[in-house]
């Protein structure tokens, strides 16, 4: 008589693979990062920080945000424990930073599986090696970004899931999460707008219960993205002048922000901490060239919003929305030193890479007649793209975040 197999052996072993293969090409590189000092304002952060030594500084950490510098209370809990963890010594720290990296490039993967990417396991290990995620997972005082993307993706996964079952429990807990991201750095504040976009992907169009669904997620973007613009003016900034210019000094300088990530997310070389502060021109015609770049290629996608122009309207929607905070229309305390810094596209990059693995999936995806000259390839991205669904990839219960199914 010949027993059952328990649940949870029943796996693919493929995907096991390729989850260790994501793991073991993202820890092979930031190994070197694991034994690294104390950069910049790391020790401002950690070790001079008088709220990690004891209790007292854990409830101001929760309960007195007007006391503190940026209110990331779950940031600041981790960091508390941290510090009674290990010290001064550095190496726990970074190892704390590459295993949430890794959490988030498994969850991404996740996420890619649900909309409609068989290859999605693509997207993880581009995102687990990629050299522009250098700054936040080798930099100490950057566990905001590392702590802030696993909820933040686990979220997104619980909406797909809801829109697609109407379960409350994954609405709700959908909406802690964000919450949970948003206590760990609230730069994911324009999550909400990702939602809505995911909708008129997958739908064609906003309808309003999905207006409906996002509301609390939008209330919990504005109260605490309002206290972080408070904090940074009042706290982080203080007296201090930091000048953006004027409304078309400001609207050129986000032009070239954007050009400038965009460009080093597709060809990461020139990186550094600081990259020199430019000079902004609003006669120079040159400096105004990314935005009619723009609005050509949105046009572009529009016309084609039918078929594959609709994946790369959510792709670079997502790349744009993530990184608007950091686009010179409000101050923050980064723009004494620099106005670009690579650790403010760790979110936003995720669009550029669901959209080239998109890519990736369209050229598999098409026959041999097509490639010799003829034929229309089909995009398989999403519900509407023409290819059949992705087969279901069965893990152990629990697995990055609720299991991969």
Known sequence: MTSARPSWISFDWRVLLRAFLVIGAGWFAFSSALHGEWLWDDRYDVVSNPLLRDAAGLRQIWFHP??????????????????????????????????????????????????????????????????????????????????????????????????????????????????????????????????????????????????????????????????TWWLQHHRAIGAELIALGGPLERIIGAGLMLAFYFSKCVWPAGLMPIHPHGSIDASSAVQWLPWPVALITFTWFWRHRASWGRHALFAFGWFVAHLLPFLGFIPISYFRFTWVMEHFVYVAILGLIALGVAAVEAVLALPPTTLRGGGAPRVGWGPRGGARRPRQLRLPAGWVGGGVR
Request: aromatic fraction near 14%; proline fraction near 4%; hydrophobic fraction near 55%.
């Open 66 to 227: 007007a006391a503190l510098t940026d209110y990331y209370p779950i940031k600041a809990t981790v960091q508390w424990v941290q510090w009674q963890l290990w010290g001064e010594r550095t190496t726990g720290y970074h190892v704390t930073n590459v295993l949430l990296h890794l959490w988030a490039a498994l969850l991404f993967w996740r996420v890619l599986h649900q909309l409609g990417l068989r290859h999605g396991w693509l997207g993880a290990l581009a995102f687990a090696v990629h050299p522009m995620m250098v700054e936040s997972v080798a930099w100490i005082a950057e566990l905001k970004n590392t702590l802030s993307l696993p909820p933040l993706l686990w979220s997104l996964s619980r909406f797909i899931t809801y829109t697609r079952t109407h379960r409350r429990g994954d609405y709700i807990c959908a909406l802690l999460l964000f919450l949970a991201a948003m206590l760990g750095k609230t730069s994911v504040v324009m999550f909400p707008v990702t939602l809505l976009l995911f909708g008129w992907w997958e739908k064609g169009r906003l309808t309003r219960a999905l207006l409906t669904q996002t509301l609390p997620f939008f209330a919990i973007s504005f109260v605490l993205g309002l206290l």
